[in-house]
């Protein structure tokens, strides 16, 4: 079978798009590891999937919209891949609206084309209580700075306090003094697999350079580090909200670029702005890629 894709980024983050909104995609979670693999696929962090709305989606949906990890696993949501996901449809004439309501496995996001080509997405309010991220906090004593609740998460004996919050996904936000001396290449996947997060979770690392500015790195389930997170973005800038360290909007500086959060408070949406850019379009031979002697070897897909 060959398939036509779309190679995408948003600040780095990159994304092979695949259209489904004519006919359903047959492709397993090991076809989708070879797609996103870098040495022997196309190469991306996530592929996203394109669809027409689902029998059980609100009425006034205009897509539905999956997300894969390039372990091939899927998803709630991806905050870079919301605006790449706006951008495909622009371009492809899916639909001329400039603010879409797309359907996720973590409920309904709504992106919208700017005039000046960069794509707000309105991604709903965090939610704050450990159950909904989910986080089993039992037995944990928990430290209070401002509005912020800080859960000491154990490491080979050490404790690192962290916010811990959902974004649709689940997120552990760390305020680092220097995102580029951190060893997020240890801690990030020792957090991810730790046992109180039943469905893993992305760890972020916050240096705040001002009341209005962060760096952050993401060590993102499923992937690993990447140039930027939307969802991170967004729930760093939260904690940080909420700490008493930031007041919004918030620049957050990722190694792949640059993402505008803004947030009035609990209850309230998050709303991410930031580009999304066309890389290049192509196709492959999903028949040739899975039997080739890559094949053999779908843990490579992480290794970056």
Request: proline share 6%; with cysteine.
């Given at each position: 079978?060959k398939l036509k894709?779309?190679?995408?980024?948003?600040?780095?983050?990159?994304?092979i798009v695949l259209?489904?909104?004519r006919?359903?995609?047959?492709i397993s979670?090991?076809?989708?590891?070879l797609?996103?693999?870098?040495?022997?696929?196309v190469?991306a962090?996530q592929?996203?999937?394109v669809g027409?709305?689902?029998?059980?989606?609100?009425p006034?949906?205009?897509f539905?919209?999956?997300?894969?990890?390039?372990?091939?696993g899927?998803?709630e949501q991806c905050?870079?891949?919301a605006?790449?996901?706006?951008?495909?449809?622009?371009?492809?004439g899916?639909s001329?609206?400039?603010?879409?309501?797309?359907a996720?496995?973590s409920g309904?996001?709504?992106?919208?084309?700017?005039?000046?080509g960069s794509?707000?997405v309105?991604?709903?309010?965090p939610l704050?209580e450990?159950a909904q991220v989910p986080?089993?906090?039992s037995?944990?004593?928990?430290?209070q700075?401002?509005?912020a609740?800080?859960?000491?998460l154990?490491?080979?004996?050490e404790r690192?306090?962290?916010?811990?919050l959902?974004?649709g996904n689940?997120h552990?936000?760390?305020?680092v003094d220097?995102?580029?001396?951190i060893?997020v290449?240890r801690?990030?996947?020792?957090?991810?697999?730790?046992?109180?997060?039943?469905q893993?979770?992305n760890v972020?690392?916050?240096q705040?350079?001002g009341?209005d500015?962060?760096r952050?790195?993401?060590w993102e389930r499923?992937?690993?580090?990447?140039l930027?997170?939307?969802?991170?973005?967004c729930a760093?800038v939260?904690?940080?909200i909420?700490?008493g360290?930031?007041?919004?909007?918030?620049?957050?500086?990722?190694r792949?670029?640059?993402?505008?959060?803004?947030w009035?408070?609990?209850g309230?949406?998050v709303?991410?702005n930031g580009p999304?850019?066309?890389?290049f379009?192509g196709?492959?031979d999903?028949?040739?890629?899975s039997a080739?002697p890559?094949?053999s070897?779908?843990?490579?897909?992480?290794?970056?």
């Amino acid at each position: 079978m060959k398939l036509k894709f779309t190679k995408m980024h948003g600040a780095g983050n990159d994304f092979i798009v695949l259209d489904a909104t004519r006919a359903p995609l047959a492709i397993s979670d090991a076809q989708y590891r070879l797609i996103a693999d870098r040495r022997f696929g196309v190469g991306a962090d996530q592929i996203l999937i394109v669809g027409r709305p689902r029998a059980q989606d609100p009425p006034d949906t205009d897509f539905s919209y999956r997300i894969v990890n390039s372990d091939g696993g899927e998803v709630e949501q991806c905050g870079n891949g919301a605006r790449a996901f706006v951008r495909y449809v622009h371009d492809h004439g899916l639909s001329q609206k400039r603010s879409l309501r797309v359907a996720t496995l973590s409920g309904i996001i709504v992106p919208r084309l700017e005039d000046d080509g960069s794509i707000t997405v309105d991604m709903g309010a965090p939610l704050l209580e450990p159950a909904q991220v989910p986080f089993d906090s039992s037995g944990l004593q928990v430290s209070q700075v401002g509005r912020a609740r800080l859960w000491p998460l154990e490491i080979e004996g050490e404790r690192y306090p962290a916010v811990v919050l959902s974004m649709g996904n689940p997120h552990a936000v760390l305020r680092v003094d220097d995102v580029e001396r951190i060893a997020v290449d240890r801690l990030g996947p020792a957090l991810e697999h730790d046992a109180r997060f039943a469905q893993r979770v992305n760890v972020g690392f916050m240096q705040v350079l001002g009341r209005d500015q962060i760096r952050l790195r993401v060590w993102e389930r499923g992937t690993g580090e990447t140039l930027a997170c939307g969802t991170g973005a967004c729930a760093a800038v939260v904690a940080g909200i909420l700490a008493g360290e930031l007041t919004s909007p918030v620049r957050v500086l990722a190694r792949g670029g640059q993402l505008r959060i803004s947030w009035d408070g609990p209850g309230q949406s998050v709303f991410m702005n930031g580009p999304a850019v066309l890389a290049f379009e192509g196709e492959i031979d999903l028949d040739a890629l899975s039997a080739a002697p890559s094949s053999s070897l779908p843990q490579l897909s992480n290794t970056r």
